[in-house]
């Protein structure tokens, strides 16, 4: 059985650093995409970083680029964002998604249909 659970989310002053972490069980990860979403109150789920688990291939929404990092470590089976510089328009409920359906080589898809597991999610709040 595949399971996602998220960790690491909470309140942080703007300008501040937060670490999210997801652990990932039930699947081994080689050659898959793993991606992190959010969502804001009264907005759709939106893509922001995302990986090919052992290929080192990472994408990012602009709007988070260069301020954050998406990484794995392959013998915890956990895919982190560390998110610095943050905002308050960084606030959502921050998701871990898997997709297990497909092998890519390029980049992690940045289309939430392409995955089919999801974690619980995440709270992160950034106060001005």
């Known amino acids: 059985q595949v399971q996602l659970v998220e960790s690491g989310g909470g309140l942080v002053q703007a300008g501040g650093s937060l670490r999210l972490s997801c652990a990932v069980s039930?699947?081994?990860?080689?050659?898959?995409?793993l991606g992190w979403f959010r969502q804001a109150p009264g907005k759709e789920r939106e893509f922001v970083a995302g990986m090919l688990w052992g290929g080192g291939t990472t994408n990012y929404a602009d709007s988070v680029k260069g301020r954050f990092t998406i990484s794995g470590d392959n013998a915890k089976h956990t895919v982190y964002l560390q998110m610095n510089s943050l905002k308050p328009e960084d606030t959502a409920v921050y998701y871990c998604?898997?997709?297990?359906?497909?092998?890519?080589?390029?980049?992690?898809?940045?289309?939430?249909?392409?995955?089919?597991?999801w974690g619980q999610g995440t709270q992160v709040t950034v106060s001005s």
């Open positions: 039930g699947r081994s990860l080689s050659g898959y995409a």
């Open positions: 998604a898997a997709d297990f359906g497909h092998y890519y080589s390029v980049r992690a898809p940045a289309s939430l249909k392409s995955y089919d597991y």
